[in-house]
């Protein structure tokens, strides 16, 4: 019981989860130094490290072993450092600011920075498939657990959903498609953060739905909140550039419904995430006060 307490906050989980992201990555040596040293400096930038927390808080929340689902936690934050590392790249949005500091591409440069998003990428699989974190969970949960992110991730996940947003630019975009785009581009990853939790915990099915549903209005609701933030907050509070969408021509919830509007939509949405929970027997409270923290940040 102690050592549950001792993780039932998020910066409890946090600090779990940075300390594994240090014993993951390889060390900087060799003709492999400056990509390895890129790749830290995007992984190890901080951040709110919402999708990893997420993994735990699920698995524990099912019943499951946080140790053992902690490498597939750092796993998920691999893809998603991963992602914005080529989200900011010139061919993309082409922001030279990430939490603060300049983009990997700038600070490094760009094929660099290329190059250690796809050593990333890669990194999170050989962490989830290692023999260590099969020991851990099994060969089968290890396999699925992987399988859950490499969808998501993929093709017709956040990979979709970045294509969409760069086909977007310049066009009328309604809302429905909008939405498709930030559940692929946004979404995506928080539901298979979600869904590697429950996996780990060898949650039921009921379990396994209501994390779902948690992710979906979660992930819009976080969506919603960044579009009305890049209307409402400076550079220097959100620790990147603001207006960029504006300035590629691109729609935004802001644009779409005002500012009013998207407010209520994130609270409702939220609201829906915190009702998902219900079905659970265990104790909510930390995801239920995550989600309202999600929804009324400032950065």
């Given at each position: 019981m102690e050592k549950a307490k001792q993780i039932d906050d998020a910066?409890?989980?946090?600090?779990?989860?940075?300390?594994?992201?240090?014993?993951?990555?390889?060390?900087?040596?060799?003709?492999?130094?400056?990509?390895?040293?890129a790749m830290e400096y995007s992984l190890l930038a901080g951040g709110k490290r919402?999708?990893?927390?997420?993994?735990?808080?699920?698995?524990?929340?099912?019943?499951?072993?946080?140790?053992?689902?902690?490498?597939?936690a750092c796993?998920?934050?691999?893809?998603?450092?991963?992602?914005?590392?080529h989200d900011d790249l010139p061919c993309m949005d082409d922001d030279d600011m990430r939490r603060g500091r300049p983009s990997n591409h700038v600070a490094f440069d760009e094929a660099t920075?290329?190059?250690?998003g796809d050593a990333l990428l890669t990194l999170a699989f050989e962490r989830m498939l290692c023999a260590q974190s099969i020991a851990l969970v099994g060969a089968e949960r290890a396999a699925r657990a992987a399988g859950i992110l490499a969808t998501q991730a993929g093709w017709s996940g956040m990979v979709a959903g970045q294509v969409i947003d760069l086909m977007s630019e310049g066009r009328q975009v309604t809302l429905e498609q909008l939405k498709e785009m930030d559940e692929k581009k946004t979404g995506a990853l928080i539901w298979a953060?979600?869904?590697?939790?429950?996996?780990?915990?060898?949650?039921?099915?009921?379990?396994?739905?209501?994390a779902g549903l948690y992710a979906r209005n979660v992930g819009l609701a976080f969506q919603i909140v960044d579009d009305?933030?890049?209307?409402?907050?400076?550079?220097?509070?959100?620790?990147?550039?603001?207006?960029?969408?504006?300035?590629?021509?691109?729609?935004?919830?802001?644009?779409?419904?005002?500012l009013e509007?998207?407010?209520?939509?994130?609270?409702?949405l939220t609201a829906g995430a915190v009702k998902a929970l219900d079905v659970f027997d265990g104790?909510?409270?930390?995801?239920?006060?995550?989600?309202?923290?999600?929804a009324q940040r400032k950065k």
């Open positions: 910066q409890g989980y946090v600090e779990k989860i940075e300390a594994a992201l240090r014993e993951y990555l390889p060390a900087a040596a060799g003709r492999e130094e400056k990509l390895m040293r919402v999708r990893p927390v997420l993994t735990l808080a699920f698995c524990r929340l099912c019943g499951g072993d946080v140790e053992a689902a902690l490498p597939f796993a998920v934050e691999m893809i998603h450092t991963y992602s914005l590392i920075a290329l190059l250690a953060a979600v869904q590697i939790g429950c996996e780990i915990a060898g949650a039921p099915t009921q379990y396994r739905e209501a009305i933030l890049d209307q409402t907050a400076d550079a220097a509070q959100l620790g990147k550039p603001i207006g960029s969408d504006a300035a590629n021509d691109k729609a935004t919830y802001v644009s779409l419904l005002g509007r998207c407010q209520e939509l994130a609270q409702q104790d909510t409270s930390f995801l239920r006060s995550l989600a309202q923290s999600l």
